[in-house]
């Protein structure tokens, strides 16, 4: 047995790195895209965001107001005007991206001490652009205020878009570069007639093997090197990101085991993987909280590994969570790791008896002229 976990890690290893296309999709995919969007996301925060003032109050306190939004480092008032339609016309065409509209009441108000309020209409279309000019112009009203807004922002201090979204961005990097992979190797393995050669266990057990070693020094360099190099916040101990990392890598690995037996063409999986990357994304809660999801869209999320890796991850990493506060996930990604070693190895063992009962069917002989079947 142990020969031939041998042979076949030696085989895969020989698959893998005679193919230009496998070590770009397995080894530096992973770094590239990593990089490129660390890149995109290295400045975090929005600044100097363009928008409209209408001041309808002309006063003094409409005035301190206005050159209070135009210092802010969110905003910046691209243009004064006296009308809405204007601003509309503006807005839409994307000249800017907020109007504030002061009423005329505004100073009386304010000096009367009586409930003031301005208009404010936002491009909601850019959710990234939304929240900076809420945030800008909020945060300028409260010092008009006698009520003093104090905020601490916890986990992410300066509100980067990098720090929220990169997390589940690399871990689902890692998970669909490795199914694309590992599905590839397996149409190779289908046209030299492979599958039928070894235990299908050994099998199982040599390839989850392979990839680990493979995927051990990504993994280190993805959340340690690279998250040191951009910044992310790294509150997580050792304990807690291992007891996420080990399941979820193992995971992935042996749900790409399980797919390569099903790939009849080296282009399937990469079509195949590649259009589900964002919807594996969204539905991994990086963008909208799976409480908010449908059922049924829910359970998907929680069957794929990525899922439950990227909500226990940046419990762990980014919000320092110890591994009692991670135990569901840790448990579901175990779960995933006993299901998809379980199909792995009956789709291995279904792929291994059709091929040998495939190529094993013999030619049945003729006598005088006449098929004769024994």
Not at 281 to 305: C, D, M, N, Q, W
Not at 322 to 339: K, N
Not at 344 to 363: D, I, N, V
Request: hydrophobic letters at 45%.
């Amino acid at each position: 047995m142990i020969q031939q976990i041998i042979d076949i890690i030696t085989l895969e290893y020989r698959l893998i790195f005679r193919n230009r296309e496998i070590v770009l999709i397995l080894l530096l995919a992973p770094l590239i895209y990593a990089t490129l969007y660390s890149l995109g996301y290295s400045k975090e925060v929005l600044y100097d965001v363009p928008v409209a003032i209408i001041d309808h109050s002309h006063s003094h306190d409409s005035r301190v107001l206005t050159q209070n939004l135009d210092a802010s480092p969110y905003l910046t008032t691209a243009y004064s005007l006296t009308d809405i339609e204007s601003a509309k016309r503006l807005l839409f065409e994307r000249k800017i991206y907020a109007i504030v509209e002061i009423p005329e009441q505004f100073a009386a108000k304010h000096l009367d001490g009586h409930q003031n309020s301005i208009a404010l209409y936002c491009d909601a279309s850019y959710f990234l652009m939304y929240r900076q000019v809420f945030q800008g112009v909020m945060s300028v009203l409260s010092t008009h205020t006698s009520t003093h807004i104090a905020t601490h922002t916890l986990f992410n201090p300066s509100l980067g878009y990098g720090s929220f979204i990169m997390p589940a961005i690399l871990i689902v990097i890692l998970q669909q570069t490795a199914l694309m992979g590992i599905g590839i190797i397996g149409v190779s393995w289908r046209r030299r007639r492979v599958w039928q050669r070894y235990n299908p266990a050994v099998i199982v057990c040599a390839k989850t093997l392979t990839y680990s070693t493979l995927y051990i020094p990504l993994i280190c360099y993805l959340f340690g090197v690279h998250y040191h190099i951009f910044g992310y916040p790294q509150l997580g101990t050792l304990s807690a990101l291992l007891a996420i990392l080990v399941p979820y890598c193992l995971s992935y690995i042996l749900l790409g085991i399980a797919l390569s037996t099903l790939f009849r063409r080296s282009e399937t999986p990469l079509l195949t993987i590649i259009w589900t990357s964002i919807p594996v994304l969204l539905i991994s809660g990086a963008s909208l909280p799976t409480e908010a999801f449908p059922r049924p869209l829910y359970i998907v999320g929680k069957l794929l590994p990525s899922g439950s890796a990227v909500e226990g991850f940046i419990r762990a990493q980014s919000m320092g969570a110890e591994i009692d506060d991670l135990l569901p996930q840790i448990a579901t990604l175990w779960a995933l790791v006993l299901l998809y070693g379980g199909l792995s190895l009956y789709l291995t063992t279904k792929r291994a008896s059709g091929r040998t009962t495939k190529f094993r069917t013999p030619t049945p002989p003729t006598v005088a002229g006449r098929h004769t079947l024994l």
